[in-house]
């Protein structure tokens, strides 16, 4: 079974003359273990995919299935309680809590989802040794550094037994070698058994994936497996 | 890679873990963003400490029982003349039947000056002598020749414990410092029992039940002791205590204060936006995300509650000494209302955390894309409809029509509000139509924002063109705010006007009693309270030589007062005249003088001169000059249904005495207190109708306001005849009520702007970021904030004016004219003017610093 699996989705905002199809009939499906990256020109619809895949956002038509859950079906809490136990989302800028420190930002799904603060913290401190962050554990989010917060955020979003982790630019904001780290960690994920799908600009780091999606127009133009190295993207990046 | 065996929770929303980690997070928000909170954590300290501080001054201010001074703790007292040729008997009587008993005996005692000065006798251990007396150093007198003096005793005669005090022909040991705890001013020397050896007044206490009934029966005496008087409380104790009209204002300040915070955390989770919506992206439920922000209003509820109560009994406790001088009475200042402390502590905390329940609901509901991009979601063209609004205030309204007026609430007491159960009713329907006004105002002045939309047109400066459109559009927080501004605006307005029509009664005349220049002296002695004697011939005569002697001396016009009739307005259906408050003296040529009137400004014909505007025109004046022979104390019908004009009474004509419509001439000349001749009867007058005039004072009227010196030169007088001489009163005028409403309004409203403008604009802190980026300088940022201040400002001036306007007509019966007739110009123009340009000054002032970051997320 997939662990993501789009089915004919679209999404349309606006109305009459403000209308904007923003996906088109986007079918798309992701096995555990597997990458896949996302690429395409700006506005061409990849952040809708991966909000309507994260359920943060309604599909206007389709079916999207996480897990063999159809979100459709679900209520706002059984949403919720989908990202808490089987989603883990990774943005551009972060989007650490302040107030928490590394070790609780991480800790935070678990504990929104009914595990003790300190079984909680335990496995957020787990996680972030993981990715090489033990001794920051204990800073706020504001004493990190750009790439540190972006580890924090990955932890935070693998934490638990996370089975599709959905990261929207996350080296956006990095140089290229903590970049190349992030998608390290990324990867390592999926050889756990996480699904992945990331959304890039940067062929690159696309060439950490499995499987290449290309998006224009709120439609898949094409998918491709990656030969090792990003320079055998370039061309396809129209 | 991190695995997690997770433990499901049973009701997927992650129970009391959740919940805690998302109060740990509201709890380090509330920390990190503190300045933020300032203003709602201000308002909360200070209505809690105003509660705190009220509730403690009330609830001293008076004593436990108001009987204390009289009776202490006892039932009933006898009271027995000093002359009494079988005193010992008596007392030995009443104790015998009525005991157990207290004796206190006095014997004044000469101090070679006014202050009376009494040796008593007192046992300190006494059944109900305990609020009567208290030691405040040394001991009291325990055997003869021994004395306890009070404090003013003590000074009176440079005396002080273990020293010798010589009065009444002893000699006494100083023992101690005593005094009346319940009557600071009771001077007195303290002796043990039996050693006053000349009483010139016994009080015997009485507690038992014997005397209760004695009391009950109606009795001036006890049966078998006719000498002495019987007597017992004459104040009711009980009743509510003072301290829940001190909640209840609370709980209107509390409602002004939760407007302001509702604004005031709407911009807190706009700020939050972006970190709510990333909680959600991880999993928090909508009702998680509802509980920051309600853990933050609560943290801000106890804080300011907390430090409301440790300011407000800090302020206590450093104003029970003063308290305790002005009241007379010793202060225990450990005696609290915890009750009253409580409940405002609650109040506090309720209202923050209501406030902040609306902008958790609103922020939870946005969408996660949404929330997570920062900006706030499009405003929406939402239609809310200014029926509730109408409906309630309509209903404050009809209530406030039917609350009686003025009359309902003691003006004149004659009025459709008296008389026990109406008068409740009456009250009723004043508070509930006020709170009812309140509230429909309040609703309804957010919908006024609407008129911004349409001033804000293409010809307007850029700078505010954006800030009215932008007032129009985040009308959540604009609305809020406006609603606070009407809301103080129309407090002021309605106090302005209601002390209007209250000044503007020309029968009910109301105002300070004299000027600070101005003493009258009546011709009547007071021996003690409550008690009056006239003085002899000869005693007013030496009376009058030596007022005339002190106006010399003050430069001052001396003019005796005498009255021949009284004025009243007969009512054709009520058949009950409403009277006409304060004396009609002669217009003698000494009194016109005194305020420089000739004869020559007085029209040929008129019988009655006033200051008073609005006399002329008071329908069914009537003047009845009954000889005051005629009419005597034992004389039940005197000045009841048998004069002229009242129910039952003979019609108004000039052989039963009385001159109906006389003719009236206003003089604004004459002086304007309630006790000064304000309103007088010509002696053209006088003669015509053949009246007899009484002497009733004499007024003394200064070229200026008199000195400390001269008004205790005044009173020594006074105290040698033993009458009461009146100077003029601290009691507030019409300018004073109007300025000081007006100036509190403007407070209030100028403080909401001020703490919530900043906060309004900060809802488009990203749109002012674009503004500067594309060059905007400081001086648009200015006017933004000015004219977004001015815009709120006016607009609440003018809401709140025409809401108090519509409701002090409802309520007071009254035309636009009347009411309006004595408000101050100036006070409606600082209102509707002063108070917009001053927050656009404020607004100008504070605002124009250009932002410090371009990021704009609260998130890391």
């Known amino acids: ?238 | 890679m991190t695995t997690l065996t997770r433990p499901r929770a049973g009701t997927g929303n992650g129970g009391v873990p959740a919940r805690r980690a998302v109060m740990r997070w509201g709890w380090r928000l509330f920390r990190r963003e503190w300045r933020q909170q300032l203003l709602v954590f201000c308002l909360l300290t200070v209505a809690v400490a105003a509660t705190v501080w009220g509730a403690s001054a009330v609830t001293n201010a008076q004593l436990a029982d108001p009987n204390y001074p009289t009776l202490g703790t006892a039932a009933a007292g006898v009271t027995l003349p000093g002359t009494d040729p079988d005193l010992a008997a008596d007392i030995a009587t009443i104790s015998g039947r009525y005991g157990p008993a207290d004796v206190i005996e006095n014997q004044d005692i000469a101090t070679g000056t006014t202050q009376p000065v009494q040796l008593r006798s007192e046992s300190p251990r006494g059944h109900y002598t305990a609020p009567l007396l208290g030691l405040v150093s040394g001991t009291y007198p325990a055997g003869p020749g021994q004395a306890a003096l009070t404090s003013q005793v003590a000074a009176l005669y440079d005396a002080h414990v273990g020293g010798t005090w010589r009065a009444a022909g002893t000699t006494w040991r100083v023992t101690g410092i005593a005094q009346d705890p319940s009557n600071l001013a009771d001077e007195f020397a303290l002796v043990a029992p039996g050693q006053v050896t000349h009483p010139s007044k016994v009080t015997v206490l009485l507690g038992s039940a014997a005397a209760q009934q004695a009391l009950n029966s109606g009795g001036a005496t006890l049966p078998g002791v006719p000498t002495g008087v019987l007597f017992g409380p004459n104040i009711n104790a009980g009743g509510p205590s003072p301290a829940v009209a001190i909640i209840l204002v609370e709980v209107l300040g509390l409602a002004f204060v939760g407007l302001v915070s509702v604004a005031s955390f709407s911009v807190l989770a706009q700020r939050r936006l972006r970190a709510l919506g990333m909680l959600s992206a991880i999993g928090a439920t909508e009702r998680g995300l509802r509980l920051v922000l309600i853990i933050n209003g609560l943290a801000v509820g106890l804080a300011g509650a907390l430090a409301g109560a440790a300011l407000g009994l800090s302020a206590w406790f450093a104003y029970a000494p003063a308290l305790q001088q002005s009241t007379g009475h010793v202060i225990d200042a450990a005696n609290l209302p915890w009750w009253a402390f409580a409940i405002a502590v609650v109040l506090a905390v309720v209202t923050s955390v209501l406030a902040s329940r609306r902008p958790a609901k609103t922020m939870a509901a946005v969408p996660v894309v949404t929330a997570l991009s920062g900006r706030p979601a499009p405003p929406k063209a939402v239609h809310r409809s200014a029926v509730p609004g109408v409906v309630v205030f309509a209903l404050g309204l009809a209530a406030l029509a039917y609350s009686g007026g003025l009359a309902a609430v003691g003006g004149s007491g004659d009025g459709p509000g008296s008389g026990g159960g109406p008068r409740t009713l009456h009250t009723l329907l004043l508070l509930g139509g006020l709170v009812a006004a309140i509230i429909g105002i309040i609703l309804l002045a957010p919908l006024a924002i609407s008129v911004l939309a349409a001033g804000a047109g293409p010809r307007l400066p850029v700078a505010i063109r954006i800030a009215l459109r932008d007032l129009v559009r985040y009308r959540a927080r604009s609305g809020a705010t406006l609603a606070a501004t009407t809301f103080a605006v129309f407090l002021a307005m309605g106090i302005c006007l209601v002390a209007s029509i209250r000044f503007d009664n020309p029968l009910d005349w109301f105002g300070p009693n004299l000027s600070s220049s101005q003493l009258i002296f009546p011709t009547g002695a007071s021996p003690a309270p409550g008690e009056m004697e006239q003085l002899s011939n000869a005693q007013l005569t030496r009376l009058s030589g030596q007022l005339n002697t002190l106006a010399v001396s003050l430069h001052a016009q001396f003019v005796p007062l005498e009255s021949p009739a009284i004025l009243y307005q007969s009512d054709t259906q009520t058949h009950s005249p409403q009277n006409f408050t304060g004396t009609v003296y002669i217009a003698t040529p000494r009194l016109l003088a005194a305020y420089g009137i000739k004869a020559s400004q007085i029209a040929p014909g008129t019988d009655i001169l006033t200051m008073r505007p609005g006399l002329t025109g008071v329908p069914r004046l009537e003047m009845i000059w009954t000889p005051p022979t005629a009419c005597n104390d034992d004389d039940p019908t005197c000045g009841d249904g048998s004069q002229p004009g009242a129910a039952g009474g003979p019609p108004c004509t000039l052989s039963n005495d009385c001159l109906a419509s006389p003719v009236i001439q206003t003089v604004p000349g004459l002086p304007g207190g309630t006790s000064a001749p304000n309103t007088v009867i010509t002696e053209y007058a006088v003669s015509k109708y053949h009246m007899r005039a009484q002497l009733m004072g004499w007024l003394i009227q200064a070229p200026a306001p008199l000195t400390a010196t001269q008004l205790n030169a005044a009173r020594q007088v006074a105290l040698a005849y033993q009458v009461v001489v009146e100077t003029g009163s601290s009691s507030p005028g019409l300018r004073d009520f109007a300025d000081g409403a007006t100036a509190l309004g403007i407070l209030i409203a100028l403080g909401v702007l001020a703490m919530s403008v900043g906060l309004i604009r900060s809802e488009t802190a990203r749109d002012l970021r674009t503004l500067t980026a594309t060059g905007a300088s400081g001086t648009t940022r200015r006017t933004i904030t000015a004219a977004t201040a001015a815009a709120l400002g006016l607009l609440g001036a003018i809401v709140g004016m025409a809401g108090a306007v519509v409701a002090v007509l409802a309520w007071g019966h009254s035309s636009l004219s009347d009411m309006f007739n004595d408000v101050l110009l100036t006070d409606v123009l600082i209102l509707l003017i002063g108070l917009p340009l001053a927050a656009a000054a404020g607004g100008w002032l504070l605002a124009g610093r250009e932002p410090k970051v371009i990021a704009r997320q609260p998130l890391d």
């Not at chain 1, 403000?18 to 690429?39: F, I, K, W």
């Not at chain 1, 609780?104 to 504990?111: D, G, R, S, Y």
């Open chain 1, 1 to 238: 079974m997939s662990m993501l699996e789009l089915s004919q989705v679209s999404k349309v905002y606006g109305q009459g003359a403000a209308e904007v199809h923003a996906l088109r009939e986007v079918s798309l499906a992701v096995d555990p273990g597997v990458m896949v990256a996302v690429m395409g020109p700006s506005g061409s619809g990849k952040s809708t995919l991966l909000t309507i895949a994260g359920s943060l956002e309604e599909a206007s038509s389709g079916q999207v299935l996480v897990a063999g859950q159809d979100l459709a079906a679900m209520s706002r809490n059984d949403k919720a309680r989908l990202r808490r136990r089987s989603i883990g989302y990774v943005f551009q800028d972060f989007n650490l809590l302040p107030g928490l420190t590394a070790a609780e930002n991480v800790a935070l799904p678990l504990e929104l989802d009914g595990i003790g603060a300190r079984k909680a913290q335990q496995a957020g401190l787990r996680a972030l040794t993981d990715l090489g962050l033990a001794d920051r554990a204990s800073n706020y989010p504001d004493q990190l550094s750009g790439g540190e917060r972006q580890r924090v955020a990955i932890a935070r979003a693998v934490v638990g037994d996370r089975q599709l982790l959905l990261a929207d630019e996350p080296s956006g904001a990095l140089d290229s070698a903590n970049g190349d780290a992030v998608m390290r960690v990324i990867r390592t994920a999926c050889k756990r058994g996480v699904a992945a799908v990331v959304v890039t600009h940067d062929a690159q780091l696309a060439s950490w994936a499995d499987r290449v999606v290309f998006i224009r127009d709120g439609r898949i133009i094409d998918q491709t497996v990656p030969a090792p190295g990003p320079e055998s993207l370039l061309g396809q990046d129209r």
